[in-house]
């Protein structure tokens, strides 16, 4: 019935959460970079300029938390609702970084499949935007405490990714417009 909600519709289900969905957005996207090559050069340039923001933020990100989420109760990982992104798969294919072999997680009730023991099992180039943008209470208090000026950067760094994530989507559309524009 319209106007409600529940259990079902509250939020929209994880993208390509089975493993023959995940494969069929892998492949899209894949046949989409091989068929527009040189067009989605511009979005490359965004792709390769957020992976080394992004790896700076790791740098900055792993001098803290060592002290914060390995010692953490509370993972984020174990209760936040993210899975990889349209942008997150475009970076990851688009700067050919290896791919998680499945979503993150299989439905909105499960944790991140891929916590550990000790942390995230993902080296941090295959890992979603999110779990860089998002910093807890504690290691926000971390990176002021033990690193000069590294709130500042961090925030910079942050806001370079995001405004790097829109321009990659809009140049790597740009390129698929412009293929099908020519084709018709």
Request: glycine share 6%; hydrophobic share 45%; charged share 20%.
């Amino acid at each position: 019935m319209k106007g409600e909600s529940g259990p079902a519709t509250a939020r929209a289900p994880v993208p390509w959460a089975t493993e023959a969905l995940w494969a069929e957005a892998q492949n899209a996207l894949a046949h989409s970079l091989a068929a527009n090559g040189a067009r989605l050069a511009p979005a490359r340039r965004q792709a390769a300029a957020i992976a080394h923001h992004r790896r700076c933020l790791a740098a900055l990100f792993d001098e803290v938390t060592a002290v914060t989420c390995a010692v953490c109760a509370t993972p984020c990982c174990q209760h936040a609702k993210v899975w990889l992104d349209f942008k997150d798969l475009l970076l990851l294919h688009l700067n050919g970084v290896p791919l998680p072999p499945h979503q993150l997680r299989e439905d909105l009730n499960a944790s991140c499949r891929y916590l550990g023991p000790h942390g995230c099992r993902l080296p941090h180039p295959s890992r979603p935007w999110i779990c860089d943008w998002y910093i807890c209470p504690d290691l926000h208090r971390a990176i002021a405490r033990d690193i000069p000026g590294g709130l500042v950067e961090v925030d910079g760094l942050r806001a370079r990714v995001k405004a790097g994530r829109e321009a990659m989507e809009k140049a790597y559309l740009e390129a698929l417009e412009f293929s099908a524009a020519h084709a018709a």
